[in-house]
Protein backbone atom coordinates (compact mmCIF):
# COMPACT_ATOMS: atom_id res chain seq x y z
CA UNK A 1 0.00 0.00 0.00
CA UNK A 2 2.89 2.24 -0.08
CA UNK A 3 2.55 5.72 2.24
CA UNK A 4 -1.22 5.23 2.52
CA UNK A 5 -2.87 4.20 6.28
CA UNK A 6 -4.87 1.08 6.84
CA UNK A 7 -8.07 2.25 8.37
CA UNK A 8 -9.64 -0.59 10.93
CA UNK A 9 -12.90 -1.16 11.99
CA UNK A 10 -13.73 -3.06 15.31
CA UNK A 11 -17.03 -4.68 15.72
CA UNK A 12 -17.27 -6.04 19.08
CA UNK A 13 -19.48 -9.24 19.61
CA UNK A 14 -19.82 -10.26 23.26
CA UNK A 15 -18.41 -8.42 26.47
CA UNK A 16 -17.10 -11.90 28.64
CA UNK A 17 -15.10 -11.34 32.08
CA UNK A 18 -15.87 -12.45 35.63
CA UNK A 19 -19.48 -12.08 36.99
CA UNK A 20 -19.54 -9.00 39.28
CA UNK A 21 -17.68 -7.05 36.57
CA UNK A 22 -20.62 -8.12 34.11
CA UNK A 23 -23.06 -6.77 36.44
CA UNK A 24 -21.22 -3.60 37.32
CA UNK A 25 -21.16 -2.86 33.11
CA UNK A 26 -23.90 -4.28 32.24
CA UNK A 27 -26.63 -2.49 35.40
CA UNK A 28 -27.91 -6.29 35.39
CA UNK A 29 -30.46 -6.44 37.76
CA UNK A 30 -30.54 -10.38 37.80
CA UNK A 31 -27.40 -11.99 39.03
CA UNK A 32 -25.85 -14.85 40.52
CA UNK A 33 -25.74 -12.37 43.94
CA UNK A 34 -29.55 -12.45 44.12
CA UNK A 35 -30.32 -15.78 44.88
CA UNK A 36 -33.57 -16.44 47.22
CA UNK A 37 -34.34 -18.61 49.83
CA UNK A 38 -37.87 -18.58 49.58
CA UNK A 39 -40.29 -18.68 46.65
CA UNK A 40 -41.99 -14.81 46.88
CA UNK A 41 -42.88 -12.42 44.11
CA UNK A 42 -40.00 -10.38 44.99
CA UNK A 43 -37.30 -12.96 43.82
CA UNK A 44 -35.37 -10.79 40.83
CA UNK A 45 -33.85 -13.91 39.69
CA UNK A 46 -30.29 -15.09 39.02
CA UNK A 47 -29.74 -15.43 35.61
CA UNK A 48 -29.55 -12.16 33.09
CA UNK A 49 -30.81 -14.72 29.97
CA UNK A 50 -33.63 -16.34 32.24
CA UNK A 51 -36.13 -15.82 34.78
CA UNK A 52 -34.42 -18.38 36.55
CA UNK A 53 -34.98 -18.26 41.04
CA UNK A 54 -37.93 -15.57 40.01
CA UNK A 55 -40.84 -16.39 41.37
CA UNK A 56 -42.61 -20.11 39.96
CA UNK A 57 -39.23 -20.71 38.35
CA UNK A 58 -37.21 -22.19 41.35
CA UNK A 59 -36.62 -25.25 39.95
CA UNK A 60 -33.36 -23.52 37.57
CA UNK A 61 -31.19 -26.17 38.32
CA UNK A 62 -33.51 -28.63 35.83
CA UNK A 63 -31.28 -28.27 32.81
CA UNK A 64 -33.72 -30.23 30.76
CA UNK A 65 -34.62 -29.15 27.36
CA UNK A 66 -38.46 -28.05 28.13
CA UNK A 67 -37.46 -26.19 31.49
CA UNK A 68 -34.92 -24.12 30.12
CA UNK A 69 -37.55 -23.07 27.19
CA UNK A 70 -40.10 -22.43 29.51
CA UNK A 71 -37.72 -20.04 31.53
CA UNK A 72 -37.00 -18.18 28.67
CA UNK A 73 -40.41 -17.33 27.85
CA UNK A 74 -41.88 -13.92 28.81
CA UNK A 75 -38.69 -13.01 30.12
CA UNK A 76 -37.88 -9.25 30.92
CA UNK A 77 -34.98 -7.54 30.00
CA UNK A 78 -32.24 -7.79 33.41
CA UNK A 79 -32.18 -4.06 33.78
CA UNK A 80 -33.84 -0.92 34.54
CA UNK A 81 -32.41 1.47 31.90
CA UNK A 82 -30.06 -0.32 29.30
CA UNK A 83 -26.15 -0.25 29.78
CA UNK A 84 -24.70 3.10 27.86
CA UNK A 85 -22.20 0.39 26.55
CA UNK A 86 -24.82 -1.08 24.27
CA UNK A 87 -26.01 2.38 22.90
CA UNK A 88 -23.29 2.33 20.04
CA UNK A 89 -23.44 -1.28 19.62
CA UNK A 90 -25.96 -2.61 16.58
CA UNK A 91 -27.11 -5.36 18.12
CA UNK A 92 -30.32 -7.87 17.79
CA UNK A 93 -32.60 -5.76 20.03
CA UNK A 94 -34.21 -9.48 21.46
CA UNK A 95 -30.54 -10.51 22.57
CA UNK A 96 -29.16 -7.33 24.01
CA UNK A 97 -28.71 -9.55 27.52
CA UNK A 98 -26.75 -12.09 25.23
CA UNK A 99 -24.09 -9.74 24.51
CA UNK A 100 -22.68 -10.06 27.87
CA UNK A 101 -21.31 -13.45 28.11
CA UNK A 102 -20.11 -15.83 30.87
CA UNK A 103 -16.57 -17.05 30.76
CA UNK A 104 -15.37 -19.90 31.50
CA UNK A 105 -11.80 -19.28 32.54
CA UNK A 106 -13.97 -16.78 35.31
CA UNK A 107 -16.95 -19.29 35.92
CA UNK A 108 -15.51 -22.48 36.96
CA UNK A 109 -13.28 -23.73 39.12
CA UNK A 110 -9.84 -25.05 38.69
CA UNK A 111 -9.61 -28.79 37.59
CA UNK A 112 -13.33 -29.23 36.33
CA UNK A 113 -12.14 -29.91 32.51
Not at 89 to 112: M, S, Y
Request: include cysteine; hydrophobic fraction near 35%; proline fraction near 7%.
Amino acid sequence: YGDKTKRWYLVPLALKGDWPALVKIGSLTRSFGRLSTQDNEKAKGICHLCRADQAGFKKWHDISYENMVAMRVNNTLPWEREPAILSAIPLDPCDKPGFFRADPFHTLHKGLF
